[in-house]
């Protein structure tokens, strides 16, 4: 993967080192290291430099991204990809449901991971695997990668930082909720359970999930939900703790009745572009299988 990313320097930013700029555009210590190792990894002027060397106003700090690597344990796969969005350092997909993001023991060959290596690899590009917001092999919907090193590195820190705005729809069993609320809950692992989570007072992790009720209708509720965190699960156990578990859900609620999956769909990202800082929101409207529930 190559790409080049070209600074123009301002005032603001005069008598900066080029360490400190990156480090404001939030490049990590490792992308420094590894911009280091390159001859033309960083050119002030179009001469390469140190991390050390200050910038003054109207200089020009190029960027020279190389990564030759592949993911190694991920095969290429000919399966679809629905790509909402695609630049130089980034990709917007929308997941289908029955399609886990990585590969696993179970599913080697039918993820989203392997069906982007085979985009990649067909346009001879190399290319490793960043996915930013990870989704459960049947929540369907809207999802970031990021394709080089220095994007991913920033996209983790706004994630990190609560600075991705994500909104999930989702239809639980039940109506009658108070119209809006706050579930703050701390999530654990349940004992015996590889997978299982739980809510935790004890021992969890700080877990925060905001909800809205759009609609109720045969019995359930469709809301959206707001994440303020990003633990395992977190919608499905939160859901569950209030006496609204989702429909379909295989491990909290395993009534497919309604749908054959958990009834979870990531509808909207908003967040600003880790190179340019262009406002960006990618919206996906209500999947075929929820939106007959509602019927």
């Not at 991204?65 to 980034?90: G, W």
Request: with cysteine.
């Amino acid at each position: 993967m190559k790409r080049t990313i070209i600074y123009h320097i301002n005032a603001e930013e005069d008598g900066l080192t080029i360490g400190q700029f990156l480090k404001r555009k939030k490049y990590s210590g490792q992308n420094l290291t590894q911009l280091k190792k390159r001859e033309q990894g960083i050119l002030l002027n179009s001469k390469p430099a140190y991390v050390i060397h200050k910038l003054a106003e109207g200089d020009t700090l190029t960027i020279n991204i190389l990564e030759e690597e592949i993911s190694e344990k991920i095969p290429p796969v000919p399966l679809p990809v629905h790509i909402v969005y695609e630049d130089e350092d980034l990709m917007v997909l929308d997941k289908p449901a029955d399609m886990p993001i990585h590969p696993s023991m179970k599913n080697y060959e039918n993820s989203l991971a392997n069906g982007l290596a085979w985009y990649f690899a067909s346009q001879n590009i190399p290319f490793v695997f960043r996915c930013i917001n990870r989704l459960d092999r049947d929540t369907t919907g809207l999802t970031i990668i990021a394709k080089h090193m220095v994007s991913g590195g920033i996209l983790s820190v706004m994630a990190a930082r609560r600075e991705i705005s994500r909104e999930y729809l989702a239809i639980v069993s039940g109506t009658g909720m108070p119209p809006e609320g706050t579930v703050d809950a701390p999530l654990g692992r349940k004992p015996g359970s590889a997978i299982e989570r739980m809510v935790d007072f004890e021992h969890g992790e700080r877990a925060v999930t905001h909800y809205r009720v759009l609609q109720e209708k045969n019995g359930c509720s469709l809301i959206s939900l707001h994440l303020e965190t990003g633990r395992t699960h977190q919608i499905r156990v939160h859901m569950k703790y209030l006496g609204y578990p989702l429909i379909g859900d295989f491990l909290y609620y395993p009534d497919k009745t309604l749908i054959s999956r958990q009834a979870l769909h990531s509808c909207r990202l908003e967040f600003s572009h880790p190179i340019t800082g262009q406002p960006m929101v990618f919206t996906s409207p209500l999947p075929e299988d929820m939106q007959q529930v509602l019927r």
